[in-house]
């Protein structure tokens, strides 16, 4: 008896809690009045009333015992939505049965947009004088601002034409923006202020990564035009290249090499690489290594150099001509020769190599020998030559060049043949290279 009384007990457990369950659905529910509930027709009147004042238009609508039935076509889905939202909020709708479609006449379809875009164009109008005033303020504080960018004074601010240059496009892009402000507050839309500076922002920021590489020359030529390492007609080398400074652009530094070619580097090499500039001091030293006899008095030999050196017409007395023994290899000593000269008045390889001719014909006129370091190699194994009865061949005789003249030879500057060259690109054009700037 236990055992049935059990099982029933376990076969009613679940019954009772889904009893349970659609009791407090329906506690939740909500009660629906059966006093003083509002009329089907009043209901009814009044929904219509305010589809009416909406302009939704070919909606019929019918209430039966508080259920609201609304049914036609609709130029929108959305206008569907939105009759069946306000019929819910009504007093006295128990439910609403919602039949609207949406129409496919393609006229009732257009006409939507058609209202909004007339409604649009009816709010233009009517903004119209506030527009013509923003517009307005715009314009005459973008042309104050232009104007204000034409004067004189930039000039006088600045230390070249290229800085001048900048301050005015300064000028004027701070002008335009403190337009825009104004025109924006005069139409009472300042807060869209914060989302065009945003959007500027991001814009500015992806096109100044895609134009990394100029940005960066553009800076370098401010700071060469601001405190210049050059002048123009300068005798340069920039990162191995030698040649005459032609000018400074935005871009890059153009120079004319001693072979006459233009060399364009851009200005962010020339700002962070190593500038040697020849024509700031005029004297300049050139060297050469000679080597003599080991065998043979060394400051005999190094004294004569040196007065052979010192006699010579384009060697300046100050600073001092220089020979010193700077090793000793197997083939003999060497000596190092070093001399100054004024590269304005002497082409500085002319006299070089008037300078080696010289102290070498020296050398040898003294009975110094000069070691030929010729090396010759014989290959093991390779057998001896085997002996012949005829006469070895005869060497066609070699003609003898003239014995080399004791005097030396001046030269003019072979880079200065290149001032002309430069002088007339430059003319006509315009750089970033002033006298008036200071120089490094």
């Not at 206008?79 to 609403?96: D, F, M, N, P």
């Not at 009732?108 to 233009?124: G, K, S, T």
């Not at 004088?129 to 601002?145: D, M, R, S, Y």
């Not at 190699?377 to 004791?406: D, F, H, N």
Request: charged fraction near 20%; aromatic fraction near 4%.
């Amino acid at each position: 008896m236990n055992k049935v009384l059990l099982c029933l007990a376990l076969i009613l457990a679940p019954c009772q809690v889904l009893a349970q369950d659609v009791v407090a659905e329906a506690d939740a529910l909500p009660t629906l009045a059966v006093e003083d509930v509002p009329d089907d027709a009043a209901v009814a009147t009044r929904l219509r009333a305010i589809l009416g004042a909406l302009e939704f238009d070919g909606i019929t609508v019918s209430v039966d015992a508080g259920v609201v039935s609304l049914a036609g076509d609709v130029a929108e889905p959305s206008i569907s939505e939105k009759a069946e939202s306000i019929a819910e909020r009504l007093e006295g709708v128990v439910a609403v049965k919602n039949t609207l479609s949406a129409s496919d006449d393609l006229a009732n379809q257009i006409n939507p947009a058609v209202d909004r875009f007339r409604a649009r164009v009816e709010q233009l109008i009517s903004h119209m004088p506030l527009l013509l005033l923003a517009l307005a303020a715009f314009l005459a504080i973008v042309a104050a601002g232009f104007l204000v960018a034409r004067m004189r004074f930039w000039d006088r601010i600045s230390p070249n034409a290229f800085i001048a240059e900048l301050y005015r496009q300064a000028f004027r892009v701070a002008s335009g923006i403190v337009g825009i402000v104004v025109a924006l507050d005069v139409m009472g839309a300042a807060a869209l202020l914060g989302t065009i500076l945003g959007a500027a922002g991001i814009i500015g920021l992806a096109i100044g990564f895609a134009v990394r590489d100029t940005v960066e020359n553009f800076v370098a030529s401010v700071m060469l035009s601001l405190r210049q390492p050059f002048r123009p007609n300068d005798l340069v080398e920039i990162e191995g290249d030698i040649g005459r400074v032609i000018r400074l652009t935005s871009r890059a530094t153009i120079l004319l090499s001693l072979d006459g070619n233009h060399i364009r580097i851009p200005n962010a090499t020339v700002f962070k690489g190593k500038i040697v500039n020849y024509t700031q001091y005029p004297a300049r030293r050139f060297m050469f290594d000679i080597g003599i006899d080991p065998d043979a008095d060394l400051e005999a030999t190094r004294g004569l150099a040196q007065a052979t050196l010192k006699a010579l017409p384009f060697v300046l007395d100050d600073p001092e001509e220089l020979v010193w023994i700077e090793n000793i290899t197997e083939s003999g000593a060497i000596l190092r020769v070093t001399g100054w000269v004024d590269q304005t008045a002497t082409g500085f390889a002319a006299a070089r190599g008037d300078a080696i001719r010289l102290v070498k014909t020296a050398i040898e006129e003294a009975g110094v020998a000069i070691p030929d370091t010729t090396y010759r190699i014989r290959l093991e194994g390779a057998g001896m030559p085997t002996a012949s009865s005829e006469p070895p061949p005869r060497k066609a005789p070699v003609p003898q060049a003239p014995a080399a003249s004791p005097e030396p030879s001046v030269h003019k500057s072979e880079e200065a043949a290149l001032i002309p060259l430069v002088d007339a690109e430059r003319r006509d054009r315009d750089d970033l290279l002033a006298r008036s700037a200071p120089r490094e």
